[in-house]
């Protein structure tokens, strides 16, 4: 089992449309989650961290279920830019964070 | 800006040569630097943890004599992926961990050096 797993999608959405994206993850160890968007051929770049209490940024939303083990993604009102892949990403905190990432899961916003 | 570099951006190479990948922090020192690879359609992957002055610590099935890792100074790591072959063909990408001014501490990526093995 992976430790970290996510829909490979694409998801197609047409411009405004809302999309969840969703992850699990198998390690109850894990202390610090996070979404990471990462453009065709160049690195991942972060987009937010996920808290217990549920955050929000601009037009995403994400929540964390440790009891589930699962973490998810709100994106409302998606534009044409956000076509991206979007992963769901994992920490250990050993001094250090160690990132553990999903496949991630591709989104496609048409006009 | 970037915050993190690497160099080259991208390499093509015969089978059998040496390749050495740059990482250098541009506005921090970074203790701690760490390797990923990335193949089509997959995740990253943790290659190995880069820590200034020691011994790189690599993960389950990465072969450290393949993948020499120098971090000579808090501001540079070094990725020598050593013989190459076509299966190492890959993304390369490295971060480095530390503390820019007015933010905490993070993982800040750097560009990725795409490498082609013929």
């Known amino acids: 089992r992976k430790e970290v797993e996510q829909d490979p999608g694409p998801f197609n959405v047409p411009e405004g449309a809302t999309v969840a994206f969703n992850c699990t993850y198998s390690n109850s160890a894990s202390q610090s989650f996070f979404w990471y968007r990462q453009d065709c051929r160049k690195e991942p770049k972060l987009l937010m961290s996920?808290?217990?209490s549920g955050n929000e940024d601009g037009r995403f939303t994400a929540q964390l279920n440790r009891a589930s083990q699962y973490i998810s993604l709100l994106n409302r009102d998606s534009k044409l830019s956000d076509s991206a892949t979007y992963l769901c990403?994992?920490?250990?905190?050993?001094?250090?964070?160690?990132?553990?990432f999903g496949t991630g899961t591709r989104l496609l916003v048409s006009p | 800006g970037a915050v993190v570099s690497q160099h080259p951006s991208w390499v093509i190479c015969k089978s059998g040569t040496s390749v050495k990948i740059e990482c250098r922090s541009l506005?921090?020192?970074?203790?701690?630097m760490f390797w990923y690879r990335q193949f089509p359609k997959q995740s990253l992957m943790l290659m190995a943890t880069?820590?200034?002055?020691?011994?790189?610590?690599?993960e389950q099935g990465v072969e450290k004599d393949k993948f020499l890792i120098n971090h000579a100074s808090l501001t540079l790591s070094t990725l020598t992926v050593t013989s190459a072959h076509p299966e190492d063909s890959s993304f390369y990408i490295c971060?480095?961990?530390?503390?820019?001014?007015?933010?905490?501490?993070?993982?800040?990526f750097g560009p990725g050096t795409r490498l082609l093995v013929l």
């Open positions: 506005d921090f020192q970074a203790t701690t």
């Open positions: 996920v808290y217990s």
């Open positions: 880069s820590n200034e002055g020691s011994k790189a610590t690599y």
């Open positions: 971060s480095a961990y530390g503390t820019l001014a007015g933010e905490g501490e993070t993982q800040y």
């Open positions: 990403v994992v920490a250990m905190n050993t001094g250090f964070q160690k990132l553990v």
